[in-house]
């Protein structure tokens, strides 16, 4: 478990990620004392974001150093990386050494893919919910939630949920009065019930 220690959070990143998976989760937890964040792409360098700008990813896969929170996020690369044995490969020893898995959107895919949420709870966008469960047949999927938490493994819907889910954790790690202070800080509406999800009512009634 987190606590007051040194800890590191390890982002993982790859073509065509989704960037507020990545960037809004990043803006609450960076928040979070004695969390040392790194960005891990396949190589170092730049990595290009569904929308177009670039993160610099800190370190490669080889090169990561131990991690005590992986997060995953999603965007239209999970559709290649759900077929890139090395990617799930790392995703699978990764997280098996960290204390904190943690998912947004399509990102679960990639964990269900790799094996890493055979036999728990999860849920993904709801979007891409149908394909997101073809990668995951052993993963008990949760239709209509805002994330959801089984253990040490939390994963949320789609992209602005991940914000949401970083609030849950963060509460969880430094305490509720914290959190709350934070969201206020950063004027940001806390959804606090997971189980509140309009957009698989939405989007079932839309397919």
Known sequence: MVSSNQKTLGVLLFDKFELLDVFGPLEMLGYVPDIT???IAQEAGAVRSTQGPAAMADFSLAESPPLDVLLVPGGLGTRAGVSDPSLLAWIADRSAEADWVLSVCTGSA???RAGVLDGHRATSNKVAFEWVREQGPRVEWVETARWVQDGR??????VAAGIDMSL????QWAG???AARLAHRVEYVWQKDPDLDPFSRVHRSTD
């Open 110 to 112: 990639l964990l269900a």
């Open 176 to 178: 509720s009065e914290f």
């Open 153 to 158: 493994f939390v994963t949320s819907s789609g």
């Open 168 to 171: 849950a954790v963060i509460e």
């Open 37 to 39: 964040v790194h960005l």
